[in-house]
């Protein structure tokens, strides 16, 4: 079975600083690793995701993220946020070759982006 | 455009009454999902569906039941035995792949007084 841990619940950072939302995971077998962020009141939407392959994973809206096997995380981060990134940011984790139906949601890190 | 339509955006209903959500997609995707989301505890899977007329429990199935009589339909039903059902419901689909992303509607907020 896999698991995620998000160590930080609310990140506050101002408008135009870098940002880093920290992901941990445990897992017996090797994974694929997802971020998603959801806008108020709406459903979740994929920034980026890890199958394979180079270890630096490029996203949409500038984000990035890092997949780290030895130390088990898929740290998320910006160099540069606007006030629309303010958002709840979830990272997830299956299991390669256990579909979907086991992916799993980590409890979510709140950005709120001030000016 | 392609998408995943969930139905109502909000609904209230009185305790004991039972109460169905409506999830649509035509993305033709084979797997359908049932996420409920509560503050601080992220998603959790109720349901899930590989293909019609087959579904299985997700971890916290008690109190839920659904169908998947056509592939593009997935509704779920929230019953009186659910203990605590106010909560956001969320609904997805995917390839029926292990590395294909899930795509979610924007959700059903439900509250039962």
């Known amino acids: 079975a896999q698991s995620v841990t998000q160590l930080d619940s609310q990140v506050p950072v101002f408008e135009e600083a870098p940002v880093e939302l920290r992901c941990n995971y445990s897992?017996?077998?090797?994974?694929?690793l997802f971020w998603y962020v959801q806008y108020p009141n709406q459903g979740l939407q994929l920034l980026l995701k890890?199958?394979?392959?180079?270890?630096l994973v490029k996203g949409i809206n500038g984000f990035e993220a890092e997949f780290n096997k030895s130390q088990t995380s898929f740290h998320l981060r910006k160099p540069s946020v606007h006030i629309s990134d303010t958002a709840e940011y979830f990272c997830?984790?299956?299991?390669?070759?256990?579909?979907?139906?086991?992916?799993?949601f980590g409890t979510g890190t709140r950005l709120l982006v001030s000016p | 455009d392609g998408g995943i339509t969930q139905s109502p955006k909000y609904l209230f209903r009185k305790e004991g009454q039972n109460v169905t959500l409506s999830c649509e997609q035509n993305?033709?995707?084979?797997?359908m999902y049932w996420y409920r989301q509560d503050p601080g505890q992220g998603l959790r899977l109720i349901y899930y569906?590989?293909?019609?007329?087959?579904?299985q429990k997700g971890d916290i199935a008690e109190g839920y039941s659904v169908s998947r009589e056509k592939k593009e339909s997935f509704p779920l039903t929230v019953t009186s035995a659910q203990k605590n059902p106010t909560a956001f419901y969320l609904c997805?689909?995917?390839?029926?792949?292990?590395?294909?992303?899930?795509?979610f509607g924007n959700g059903t907020r439900l509250t039962v007084t």
């Open positions: 997830a984790v299956s299991g390669v070759n256990t579909g979907f139906q086991k992916l799993v």
């Open positions: 997805a689909s995917s390839q029926d792949r292990g590395n294909s992303p899930l795509h």
């Open positions: 993305l033709n995707h084979d797997a």
């Open positions: 890890y199958l394979s392959g180079s270890t």
């Open positions: 569906s590989q293909i019609v007329n087959d579904f």
């Open positions: 897992s017996s077998v090797s994974v694929y």
